[in-house]
């Protein structure tokens, strides 16, 4: 056989094996994707599928980046790991990038990384050097999305401990999600993720999103009881549901008048895909903390809490800690993908791109409702189209990936390189699809 060639039966092996050996925490579908090169996929058999959920997300240069594989290979034949005891290469750089982001900085931003891709030291750390009135944002590297969101809670309730009002209750949103830790489905308001694993982690309230007066009695009820509202700007897993600019600016409000804060889960709806380098500023409410993972290294595992100076420095050494957060090679992914992301003005491109995508959505037969912002679009369907799952296989047997939430709604994730050619395929297979 030769060295590239596929084994014919390799998706049924990998079946096989995994039915004996593998935890059946996932309903797969029967594909076995083996290859990808930007919005493309290529299975076992060869045959090729356009990609419209992005790993959930995740692969935010799409597949195959070349920008993304150059820094790996590079820093593979360096160095894979050390420990967080000891100074590594760029992490100060892309945490300084990611305080510009997240002043939406986007011009110095830029500037930044055109010195990092460059491997400019000297004007990487001169950019990176904060101006006198520039708000400092400092970043804790985890793994994934559940432990940024950990973080951002831990991150706090210690603040509230040494800093602020004293309180430990966390506001979170019905319908949100933020992880599938014990902490993190405690904070996620949905029955059917909680009720087998309680009991859980106190310390959470729920609340309706978008419902201010609910939000305003929560507050009169626990006043400085709460230390943090944390929400989504844009849920995801509930079917893609922004929040309104009244809720998130009351959100913000009603937190610093109790002396809490406001923790922005941008895990899903950060990194550009909204339009903007996140989702809060789309808004214009400025959350104190927020928390990242999915899109920020395009495919390598990389998770971080971004908060503000004043709120980041209640952390002391010994307070929290990751073997793995911040690893070399997170560190080079994530500083190749945020600087393609920066120079290639892609949140300009998921906004252009996610309305035409959005309008075409809304022509499809059976489409009754589009939502989302930039490229993270979700659309319910009526009852004649059947239930969306089934809709996802059909889409999936015609050579396209998308994603169902529940039984009436599809999600659309795609890389942030998307073309509207693109969408105008998809859309193609989805007409055929929902005739």
Same mark, same amino acid.
């Given at each position: ?17 995994? !039915? ?9 579908? #029967?594909?076995?994707?083996?290859? $990808? ?9 060869? @045959? ?37 005891y000891f100074y590594i290469e760029q992490r100060g750089q892309v945490a300084a990038l990611l305080s510009k982001l997240a002043n939406d900085d986007v011009d110095g931003a830029c500037v930044l990384a055109d010195a990092i891709a460059a491997g400019d030291e000297t004007t990487a750390a001169a950019l990176g050097a904060p101006a006198a009135d ?22 706090? @309730? ?5 800093? $602020?009002?004293?309180?430990?209750? %966390? ?26 694993? @309680? ?24 006043? !400085?009881?709460?230390?943090?509202? +944390?929400?989504? #700007? ?91 957060? $911040? ?44 939502? $989302?912002?930039?490229? +993270? ?15 996802v296989a059909r889409a999936l047997g015609a050579g396209a990936v998308i994603n169902a939430t529940g039984a009436h709604t599809l999600r659309f994730l795609p890389p942030l390189v998307c073309e509207e050619a693109d969408v105008d395929n998809?859309?193609? %297979? ?6």
């Amino acid at each position: 056989m030769a060295p590239n060639e596929r084994h014919p039966m390799s998706l049924a092996t990998q079946q096989s094996l995994e !039915s004996h050996y593998v935890m059946h925490t996932f309903g797969r579908s #029967p594909v076995e994707f083996v290859e $990808g090169h930007g919005m493309k996929l290529t299975g076992d058999d060869g @045959r090729e599928y356009l990609d419209f959920l992005a790993g959930i997300g995740v692969c935010s240069l799409g597949h195959g980046n070349a920008a993304v594989l150059s820094a790996l290979e590079a820093q593979t034949k360096k160095l894979m790991h050390v420990s967080n005891y000891f100074y590594i290469e760029q992490r100060g750089q892309v945490a300084a990038l990611l305080s510009k982001l997240a002043n939406d900085d986007v011009d110095g931003a830029c500037v930044l990384a055109d010195a990092i891709a460059a491997g400019d030291e000297t004007t990487a750390a001169a950019l990176g050097a904060p101006a006198a009135d520039e708000q400092v944002w400092e970043t804790f590297f985890a793994n994934s999305g559940a432990e940024a969101n950990e973080g951002s809670m831990k991150l706090a @309730r210690l603040y509230a401990k040494r800093a $602020g009002n004293g309180g430990n209750t %966390i506001v979170c949103m019905r319908g949100g999600f933020h992880g599938r830790t014990l902490e993190t489905i405690a904070a996620t308001m949905q029955d059917w993720l909680q009720d087998s694993f @309680r009991p859980l982690p106190g310390g959470f309230v729920a609340c309706t999103p978008n419902d201010v007066d609910e939000l305003r009695a929560i507050f009169k009820q626990l006043g !400085s009881e709460v230390c943090a509202v +944390m929400l989504e #700007p844009i849920q995801g897993e509930s079917g893609v549901h922004p929040m309104t600019e009244e809720f998130m600016a009351a959100a913000r409000d009603l937190a610093h008048e109790v002396g809490a804060v406001l923790i922005a889960d941008e895990v899903q709806c950060g990194i550009f895909r909204s339009g903007k380098p996140f989702a809060f500023q789309t808004y214009g409410v400025e959350p104190d903390i927020m928390s990242l993972a999915k899109g920020i290294a395009d495919g390598v595992p990389m998770g971080a809490v971004v908060a503000k100076k004043e709120i980041a420095d209640v952390f002391k050494p010994g307070d929290h800690g990751s073997t793995f957060g $911040g690893s070399c090679l997170a560190v080079a992914a994530c500083a190749a993908t945020l600087s393609a992301l920066v120079r290639g003005d892609y949140a300009e491109h998921a906004a252009k791109v996610g309305a035409y995508m959005e309008q075409a959505l809304a022509k499809l037969p059976h489409v009754v409702e589009v939502r $989302g912002r930039g490229l +993270m679009l979700g659309c319910d369907l009526d009852d004649t189209a059947g239930d969306a799952h089934d809709v996802v296989a059909r889409a999936l047997g015609a050579g396209a990936v998308i994603n169902a939430t529940g039984a009436h709604t599809l999600r659309f994730l795609p890389p942030l390189v998307c073309e509207e050619a693109d969408v105008d395929n998809l859309i193609e %297979i989805l007409s055929d699809v929902l005739a």
